[in-house]
């Protein structure tokens, strides 16, 4: 079992950043790759970003390439999402999630075993 807590979300004005965390605990040596989702009100969950969590290897969906940066911190178990230039668009909800099987990189919620809560991110103009 892990926990996942994410942190760092809110109300931003376009063009504006943000970073969220990703907080794990539990069972945690095992982790394969992290992610980041979102969804929007009325829409599917969509994969943003995911990261190797042993090698540190990224990958980026199109939407958030270049203006979205994926890390980890492996000693405090905690990935980030830092995003820049935000666009109204970008408001959702954003989710973590953990996956154990060893696939790459890991783009469909279902690849997926545990998920945090969510936190809210509002972009206005």
């Known amino acids: 079992q892990v926990q996942l807590v994410e942190s760092g979300g809110g109300s931003v004005q376009v063009g504006g950043s943000l970073r969220l965390s990703c907080a794990a605990s539990?069972?945690?040596?095992?982790?394969?790759?992290m992610g980041w989702f979102r969804q929007a009100p009325g829409k599917e969950r969509e994969f943003l970003s995911a990261?190797?969590?042993?090698?540190?290897?990224?990958y980026y969906v199109d939407s958030v390439k270049g203006r979205s940066t994926i890390s980890r911190d492996k000693a405090n178990n905690t990935m980030y999402l830092e995003m820049y230039s935000l666009k109204t668009e970008d408001t959702a909800v954003y989710y973590c999630?953990?996956?154990?099987?060893?696939?790459?990189?890991?783009?469909?919620?279902?690849?997926?075993?545990?998920w945090g809560q969510g936190t809210q991110v509002t972009v206005s103009s």
């Open positions: 999630a953990a996956g154990y099987t060893w696939t790459w990189p890991k783009t469909s919620s279902a690849e997926y075993d545990y």
């Open positions: 539990g069972c945690t040596s095992d982790i394969y790759v």
């Open positions: 990261i190797h969590w042993r090698g540190g290897g990224t």
